[in-house]
């Protein structure tokens, strides 16, 4: 039909309308679609903004430690070392745990032994809860400090009720001394340890002194270069910082000496979690103990070289942390008579663990961001990039800069570790999420000790053994392709922290993997070996012998 001049408008519009019916059905499904695009994007980037701020929030307290050590530097310098006449020290006791420890324990012994200290009023205690042979090599080292005209004791359980904490008790019950010093078996006390911190002992409310950790093998490794690195940024940042503002810190299990009316007023050692040190330290200071932290005395220790090792060491320390706040969190944030600062200070010391689930989640939730946030995207460059950058490494930097730089160490060897360090910590997230989860789910737990080489040369005679990377070896491959995802989307600024998390996955599942292949080898060659014949000890020691029932190596 011709359309007129004369014709009706009604049938002029119905013509106009009838070729877009179809496209209406277009636009309505374009905006289907862009409505789930939209409601996609927000249910991805929800939760991961959610994670980004809470790991952000715990990456600005540690720009908060700086703030406050630096607020509070004037408090730092400890009290000079006072003369005190020999006959006026107090009687001291000190403590060697060991359980197993053929490696390093006569090195621990002989190191307590040139200790300067009137010999009348200095004790040690060898508790040994050892399974293997090692118990004669401790009792002998005894015997010898013995007759030499020290007063030593051989203390040895045959259960191992508490673990150390119980060791510990057992111990006390028969201690002579008023002040009690705890040294673990690859520490090495230097000989005026005692003379340097008794004198705070003077202040009749000082109930701990802690001295400051070094690392006998701090550049074995790519490894152990980190771990000194993450332990200088407790001691040099962590506990000067609480310290000097009046906050609680903790002991941290050796390298320490107690008060011992603090550890009895406290409620003793106890051993419902896998931290009994940080938990008798903050019974004691919600009892008014003040604590003393000496940064200028270094004891020197041993730091694991193997991942396995490691893993089993963080994994005791995350999953006693979660107990330890299960246990006292509440307790200290009820208590109205506490400043403010010291509850937040407190909630943030017994808490940092958390931040690994976190991390496994946002390495898990990186891909899909990446995926759904175009780069040209404002809110993208908001949610993604920047976060990232500061969140990640700015906070980070200054507090181990400020950690390296009060040792009187370059701030360029920390940038230098920093990487690989956000590495590790992202690569050992999932094994300590499950630490997390079952330090929240029970209480205590086996305690794997952390096997120590000592002096020699092999990797020492007992290993550490974790479960086998898996969940690390799935995130290695989805944070490969987040990396991958970040550059051909132009992701440029979230590329290099994917690369991190590749580094820190893959190598983690790699060091595992090599271990346990290379503990393999060596299990198999040992058994092609003939036997050899025992040989007598003129000494009627025992000869030395890992014993075939004892065993350290759990797969938790």
């Known amino acids: 039909m011709a359309i007129t001049p004369g014709t009706a408008p009604g049938l002029v519009e119905n013509v106009r309308r009838a070729p877009t019916r179809g496209s209406s059905s277009a636009v309505q499904g374009a905006r289907r679609k862009e409505l789930t695009t939209r409601m996609t994007t927000f249910l991805i980037a929800a939760p991961y903004l959610t994670v980004l701020l809470l790991l952000v929030a715990y990456g600005l307290h540690r720009s908060h430690l700086v703030w406050m050590l630096w607020k509070h530097r004037s408090q730092l310098p400890p009290a000079p070392p006072r003369d005190i006449a020999d006959a006026e020290l107090p009687r001291v006791t000190v403590q060697l745990p060991f359980f197993n420890e053929p490696d390093v324990l006569e090195r621990v012994i002989d190191c307590v032994a040139r200790i300067d200290y009137p010999r009348d009023r200095f004790e040690i205690q060898v508790l040994d809860d050892s399974t293997d042979d090692s118990r004669f090599l401790a009792k002998a080292k005894v015997l010898q400090l013995v007759r030499e005209g020290i007063d030593a004791v051989y203390i040895h359980r045959t259960n191992r009720v508490g673990y150390k904490a119980g060791a510990l008790d057992e111990g006390l019950k028969i201690a002579k001394g008023e002040l009690v010093a705890i040294f673990d078996a690859d520490f090495l006390p ?5 003379r340097t911190v008794v004198h705070h002992f003077a202040d009749p409310k000082v109930g701990c002194v802690q001295a400051r950790w070094g690392h006998l093998n701090r550049e074995a490794s790519t490894l152990t270069r980190v771990q000194a690195l993450m332990l200088d940024g407790h001691h040099m940042v962590e506990n000067r910082a609480r310290y000097a503002a009046g906050c609680f810190f903790n002991f941290s299990g050796t390298g320490g000496i107690w008060r011992r009316e603090a550890i009895d007023t406290a409620g003793g050692w106890q051993h419902d979690t896998l931290t009994e040190d940080l938990d008798l330290s903050y019974r004691a200071q919600l009892q008014g103990w003040r604590f003393v932290f000496r940064e200028d005395h270094v004891t020197p220790a041993e730091l694991p070289e193997e991942m396995e090792a490691f893993r089993a060491q963080q994994f005791r320390w995350a999953k006693g942390t979660v107990q330890t706040a299960r246990k006292l ?31 496994v989640l946002l390495a898990a939730l990186l891909l899909p961001m990446l995926l759904v946030m175009p780069v040209s995207d404002p809110l993208s460059l908001l949610l993604v990039d920047i976060p990232l950058m500061v969140g990640s490494t700015g906070s980070l930097a200054t507090f181990y800069i400020v950690a390296e730089r009060a040792q009187g160490r370059s701030t360029l060897g920390a940038l230098r570790r920093l990487p690989w360090l956000i590495a590790i910590g992202a690569g050992m997230s999932p ?14 737990g086996e305690f794997v000790r952390t096997p120590k080489k000592g002096k020699s040369k092999s990797a020492g005679r007992y290993k550490a053994r974790t479960i086998l990377p898996v969940v690390e070896l799935a995130l290695t491959a989805v944070s490969v392709a987040s990396f991958y995802t970040a550059i051909i989307k132009g ?13 820190g996955f893959g190598f983690v599942s790699t060091m595992v993997l090599r271990e346990r292949l290379g503990a393999l080898m060596s299990e198999r060659a040992e058994a092609s070996r003939p036997a050899e014949a025992p040989q ?13 029932s004892a065993s350290d190596s759990l797969a938790l």
């Open 491 to 503: 992701h440029y600024i979230a590329a290099p922290f994917a690369l991190l998390f590749v580094l």
């Open 329 to 359: 969190l509440r307790r200290v944030l009820d208590r109205k008579d506490l400043p403010f600062s010291v509850r937040m200070e407190a909630f943030f010391h017994m808490t940092p663990h958390f931040s690994y689930p976190l991390m």
């Open 536 to 548: 007598s000890d003129p000494d009627l020691v025992p000869a030395f012998q890992p014993s075939k």
């Open 431 to 444: 094994w300590l999420t499950r630490a997390v989860w079952e330090g929240l789910q029970s209480e205590t």
């Open 190 to 194: 230097q000989p005026n340890f005692l």
